[in-house]
Each structure stands twice: as C-alpha cells, then as structure tokens.
C-alpha cells in the first residue's frame, strides 16, 4: 500500500462536517464566491478610472475556465481509482473539487488585495483563503473522497496558474508608455 493510502485509510471518517468542508471545493459553492468578486471588482475598477480596469476580472474568468480544460485530460491520462469508499471508478487523480476552490478562491483573494487598504485586512483575507483551501482539502481526503496525493497533485497544479494569473495581475496595472 502506497504512502497516500496508509495516510487516506487513518483519516477516513464519514461525519458529515467533513463532506461540508468538501462542497466548499464544489463549482456550485466556489464559482459564485468568484463570480460575486470578479462583479465587484469590475465595477469599483471602472469606477475609479483604472487602467485596464477589465484585465484583472476577465484573467481570473479565464483561470477559471482552464480548471475543467487542464484536470479533466489528466484525470483522464493518469486514470486512477478513487479510495474504496468511492468504488470502482477511475479518474480520482487530480482532485477536481480541490483544483475548483484553489483557482477560485485564490484568484478572488488576489484580486481582492489591492482594494483593501489595511495590511490586517490583507493578511486576514489571505489567512482565510488559505484555511478554506486546507479546509476542502482535509475534508476530500478526511471523508474518503480522495486520496491524499490528488489534492496534493491538483495545489501544485493551481499554484502554477495562480502564479500566472498574478504575473497578469502585475501587467494589468502598468500604464502605457
């Protein structure tokens, strides 16, 4: 039995709190939270007369939309079996639902930051998308939904893109020359 699984089979418990902390990761849940900030932060964008104002919303919508175009053929390539609670399907590998609430509440705190004045509100927002991220993570793998290596895989996957969507962050404020 490999790592992940040892770790998977002494964590699994079925209470339902673990499956709540799981739907945070789910696009029903997750995309509206980003959808709510992207509206926000498109409005007091062109409000306020910034630059490109519609560049930092639109990134985080194509962020989005690359979750599905990204772990869907992987799923799909790697082909592996979910945990024994979850049956003889494949395609666990990586974790969708941990991939969701990543891009979605990771590119919301990004574009979020620059429109909070206080560093403790900064921090606190950062804190709170971190903890939720952890939070969907351990409720996957706590609930038996995945392996711990899927939600590991599909964090790695979304650092990447998030590190992108903050390199367009960062290009979407410099004024033109």
Avoid at 31 to 59: D, E, K, M, Q, S
Avoid at 71 to 79: G, M, Q, R, S
Wanted: proline letters at 8%; charged letters at 15%; a positive charge.
């Amino acid at each position: 039995m490999r790592g992940d699984e040892r770790v998977s089979h002494a964590l699994v418990d079925p209470l339902r709190v673990y499956g709540g902390l799981a739907d945070l990761g789910s696009v029903v849940v997750a995309v509206p939270v980003l959808l709510a900030v992207i509206a926000h932060v498109a409005r007091r964008g062109r409000a306020a007369g910034t630059y490109r104002w519609w560049l930092p919303p639109l990134a985080a919508a194509v962020a989005m939309a690359l979750v599905p175009v990204l772990v869907v053929p992987l799923k799909a390539l790697i082909d592996r079996p979910g945990p024994p609670i979850m049956g003889p399907g494949t395609g666990y590998y990586p974790s969708g639902h941990t991939a969701t609430a990543s891009v979605a509440y990771g590119t919301a705190t990004l574009l979020l930051l620059p429109w909070l004045s206080r560093a403790a509100a900064r921090r606190a927002l950062v804190a709170a998308c971190v903890l939720v991220n952890l939070g969907v993570g351990y409720g996957l793998v706590r609930r038996g939904y995945h392996w711990p290596l899927d939600v590991v895989a599909s964090w790695c996957l979304c650092a990447m893109l998030l590190t992108v969507f903050r390199m367009v962050l960062g290009r979407a404020g410099d004024q033109p020359k």
